[in-house]
């Protein structure tokens, strides 16, 4: 029970939709142990699960807490929830058939221990999570409950195959290698290929010039408080680097991220009029603009009126932003 308990807290800190998932799949096999007893044995249940219940639903208790009382929380859980869509049927057609299918062959078999059970319940207790936050809002980002329910899944397609056909379980290793290899190759590659697209797209602020570098040195260590506005490629890298508010940044702590980025690239590519730009930074509420050395715009002219100062950095640039009332 301790370990279980220790294990269910660390689960339900990292990933908390995990841990839903297992506390339900916990409730249901204690369900089921209570009815083929005949009688609810209250006192072993107490002891083998109550740690591990507790233990789990604390995180959860914490999460929700600070969604209400903490900003920086609160902003998280309102941007996931504007921007999460639902699955359509073919994606959940194209991805888990070709294990659901085999899967729920073991459904037919008895499943007389407590672990049987779990494994056929699990899988079900997270598309079931899935459909709760999609429906209900109760949560947010509802594709986390189904992360890892291929093992689930597998576990399931290995057992009912091998008893639909008996013969299955006396596959030689190589055989069954080259099936795995079949199965897991193509999903690898993509992955693969798509972390290489991403590096060499320029998405993601994975390398600094010395010059912004210089520029983010400064925003933590000499400028005076405010908050920085940027483009996104570089408002990702804001807050962790400055320690100061990003107007734009991680799409899952940015109200309103589709209409911020668009506006912040419009800006620090010049596209944007000057009255619009005055008034979007006046708006904004930030006390700087970080111009990052992806070729942007010279903002000097458009905000004249509105710069207390202009600190080049090499290639980055830095735009101090006067106070208005």
């Not at 959860?60 to 639902?86: E, H, Q, T």
């Not at 807050?239 to 506006?263: H, K």
């Amino acid at each position: 029970a301790g370990w279980a308990a220790a294990a269910a807290l660390f689960m339900a800190w990292l990933q908390p939709w995990e841990a839903v998932a297992v506390l339900a799949t916990v409730g249901v096999v204690e369900l089921v142990g209570w009815r083929r007893a005949g009688r609810p044995d209250l006192r072993r249940t107490l002891v083998a699960v109550g740690p591990l219940a507790a233990a789990g639903v604390l995180p959860l208790v914490y999460y929700w807490w600070m969604a209400k009382v903490d900003p920086s929380w609160g902003i998280a859980d309102r941007a996931n929830r504007g921007r999460v869509g639902n699955w359509s049927w073919y994606t959940w057609l194209l991805t888990l058939a070709p294990l659901a299918v085999p899967a729920a062959l073991a459904y037919r078999l008895p499943a007389r221990d407590w672990q049987s059970l779990a494994v056929r319940v699990l899988p079900l207790a997270m598309v079931g999570e899935y459909f709760v936050i999609s429906v209900t809002g109760a949560g947010t980002f509802p594709f986390h409950s189904v992360q890892g329910i291929t093992l689930p899944l597998a576990v399931l397609a290995v057992t009912g195959l091998a008893a639909w056909r008996p013969r299955l379980a006396t596959v030689s290793p190589a055989a069954a290698l080259g099936a795995l290899a079949l199965l897991a190759a193509p999903g690898i590659a993509w992955k693969l290929d798509n972390i290489r697209n991403e590096v060499h797209r320029g998405g993601q602020p994975y390398l600094l010039h010395d010059g912004e570098v210089a520029a983010l040195d400064w925003l933590e260590h000499a400028a005076p408080p405010g908050a920085v506005m940027a483009p996104i490629y570089s408002g990702l890298v804001v807050p962790y680097r400055t320690g100061r508010e990003s107007w734009v940044g991680e799409v899952s702590w940015t109200p309103d991220f589709d209409r911020r980025r668009a506006q912040a690239e419009a800006l620090f590519a010049g596209r944007m009029p000057p009255a619009g730009a005055v008034a979007l930074v006046r708006s904004s509420g930030v006390r700087f603009l970080f111009a990052d050395c992806l070729e942007r715009a010279n903002l000097a002219p458009l905000l004249r009126g509105e710069l207390a100062a202009v600190r080049r950095f090499g290639c980055a640039t830095v735009y101090e932003l006067r106070r208005h009332a």
